[in-house]
Structures are given as structure tokens and as C-alpha cells.
């Protein structure tokens, strides 16, 4: 037996290495005391973003099959109907504006 004391413990470092990902103390969920599992948003709470993505998920189906007839129509020379496709886009894309820009970002 040798009476050397021991080596101190080291300290971590307060500043972590380059790369290395912080999060603050409360980005991860606990979990429920009662059930252990983590305890999430009540139902219906995800309902608003996920009917704003959904709708903007179809008018950008719509656009796309907007630009798709407009290139068509204006190739072969009908210039009527590419100019009404391309008006449908852009009311596409404004309705899409207009339902981001009226939803609330946060719900608390």
C-alpha cells in the first residue's frame, strides 16, 4: 500500500470543442413522472402547421403543373394560355403567402 495521494479530478471544459453541438437545459422533454414518457404538446396542437404545410404542399402540385402548361402553351405559340397559367401560379403563390403570413408562428 502506498500513501500517494490521489490525482485531482479533471474539471470539464466550459467551453466545448469546435464542432461539437450545445442545447440549452430544456430542449430535450423529461419525461412524465408517472409514465416515464416524455411529455409532449396535447392533442390537436400540431393541427395548425400541419394543415399550413399540407395546403402549401398542394398549391405547390398546382404551380408546378401551372409552369408545366405555361412552358408548353408558349412553345407552341399559344401565348393566351400561358399568360392565364402563369397568373394561376402567382395567385398560387400569394395564397400561400397570405395563409403563412395570417397563422400564428408559435401556439402557446
Known amino acids: 500500500m502506498t500513501d500517494q495521494p490521489s490525482e485531482p479530478e479533471l474539471a470539464p471544459d466550459p467551453v466545448p470543442p469546435a464542432g461539437y453541438r450545445t442545447y440549452p437545459a430544456d430542449y430535450f422533454r423529461r419525461p412524465d413522472a ?7 404538446p396535447g392533442p390537436g396542437r400540431a393541427t395548425l402547421p400541419t394543415a399550413r404545410v399540407l395546403i402549401a404542399l398542394t398549391v405547390l402540385v398546382g404551380q408546378l403543373w401551372a409552369l408545366t402548361v405555361a412552358a408548353n402553351a408558349w412553345l407552341t405559340g399559344d401565348l393566351g394560355t400561358a399568360w392565364w397559367t402563369t397568373a394561376f401560379s402567382a395567385v398560387c403563390f400569394l395564397v400561400v403567402a397570405l395563409i403563412w403570413r395570417l397563422t400564428p408562428e408559435h401556439e402557446h
Not at 34 to 40: E, K
Open 34 to 40: 408517472d409514465t416515464g414518457v416524455p411529455s409532449g
